[in-house]
């Protein structure tokens, strides 16, 4: 019997020495898929560069797999084994360069490392530049760990949970859209090429803009806006003054500027709801 859903894309990020756990991780969103899909109407749905992307020339690969498959992605799950991966023109590897622009985006990226037993032909460069980027990312937050592939997937089956109840994310009414008033606050960034200095290197600007949908099912009246940073500046970019109207379904785009340093950024919603004034505050990268 056919069911209405909402689909959540999750993107199985690696380098390519650990086949044996991206396929845990399918596995893991498959299974939830039995137990859960029809009986909740959500649908995670895995997104592996070699079986979903297009294969299409024109641009670097990593490039066409932003397009293709990291950008629409609504979870991020990033494993590692020995490897940290070949670079990019943006990154120290692809799989580096995903997490990145995820973050950069304000997707939920969960990172998770193999302790199992090293292999008898480790690339010790790969392995030393592996260990450098998981220290970097230690100081941004929590990271996971694995010694085979059952406890991944356990670990798979929390974190899809975790995001699921994060996001807001509900089956029981049309796809994406949620009972009342409901805000979904995404941050964008776009590198764009500036200019090339006289030793032939490129030099690029970075937009940031933040985009609120109304995943809701009913219109936000009296919509307004407030920027603030715990540390730093931060200026949100607008002509609109006045307070908006944003109906369910409805996106709108607020460019932002930041200093360098700055940190702990939020975007204070206020709207009207039946009579009354409401507001809310969402932290954003």
Known sequence: MTFSATVVRVLVASPSDVPEARDAVESALNSWNLRYAAKRQIVVLPWRWESSSVPLLGKHPQALINEQGVDDADIIIA????HLGSPTPDAVSGTVEEIERSLANGKPV???????????????EQLQ?????????????????????????????????????????????????????RFKVDSKQERIQKS???????????KHWIEVTNVGDEAAESVTFEGRAEEGLL?????????????????????????MGTAGLTLKIRWSEDGEEQEKEFDFQ
């Open 235 to 259: 200026r949100l970019i607008t002509d609109e003054t006045r307070p908006i109207r944003l109906d369910p379904g409805s996106t709108w785009k607020i460019p932002f500027a930041i200093a």
């Open 196 to 206: 090339v200095d006289a030793k032939g290197r490129i030099k690029h600007d970075v």
């Open 79 to 82: 494993i590692f084994g020995s």
């Open 110 to 124: 969960h990172p998770y490392f193999s302790t199992a037993s090293l292999p008898h032909d480790v690339d010790i």
């Open 129 to 181: 530049g592996l260990r450098q980027f998981k220290e970097e990312l230690q100081k941004k937050g929590l990271l996971g760990e694995f010694d085979d592939v059952r406890q991944l997937e356990n670990q798979i089956w929390a974190a899809v949970e975790h995001d699921i109840e994060k996001l807001e994310i509900s089956g029981q009414l049309t796809p994406n859209m949620q009972k009342g008033i």
